[in-house]
């Protein structure tokens, strides 16, 4: 079996109208969701938007990312707006595209990556 590295890279721009309610509701708060710091918060808020597809209903497209109000489609941004933590407002400067490396990788990481796949009751053919 050969294996191949594929990386996948996207840019998302997190715009906050206000970073002070943001880390007061996300970052200084007591429950489910608080994170370290803005940077944390706003990696955490690309990915997950990367990961969640668009919804349309009622002629409408819109993300729904748990946690957070919906983010509506205007444009080029999806908005989303919450009283606690004003607008957060996302922007794809490039939607998630691969790189393909045609080198294979080496025999060694292989046999390692199975062994690790082996750990978790993954199993394959060689």
């Known amino acids: 079996m050969r294996t191949r590295r594929v990386e996948l890279k996207a840019e998302v721009d997190v715009m906050f109208s206000d970073p002070k309610k943001i880390v007061d509701y996300f970052i200084d708060c007591d429950w489910g969701?608080?994170?370290?710091?803005?940077d944390e918060l706003t990696n955490h808020l690309a990915l997950?938007?990367?990961?969640?597809e668009d919804v349309?209903?009622?002629?409408?497209?819109s993300v729904s990312?748990?946690?957070y109000p919906p983010f509506h489609k205007?444009?080029?941004?999806y908005i989303a707006y919450g009283?606690?933590?004003?607008?957060?407002i996302i922007t794809y400067n490039q939607r998630l595209v691969t790189s393909f490396y045609p080198e294979p990788i080496q025999d060694s990481?292989?046999?390692?990556?199975?062994?690790e796949l082996d750990?978790?009751?993954v199993y394959y053919d060689r």
């Open 33 to 38: 969701y608080s994170y370290s710091d803005l």
């Open 48 to 52: 997950m938007f990367q990961q969640e």
């Open 56 to 61: 349309y209903h009622q002629g409408e497209c």
């Open 65 to 67: 990312i748990e946690g």
């Open 74 to 77: 205007r444009g080029q941004y």
């Open 83 to 88: 009283f606690e933590m004003g607008y957060i």
């Open 109 to 115: 990481e292989v046999k390692n990556h199975k062994l």
């Open 119 to 121: 750990k978790i009751g």
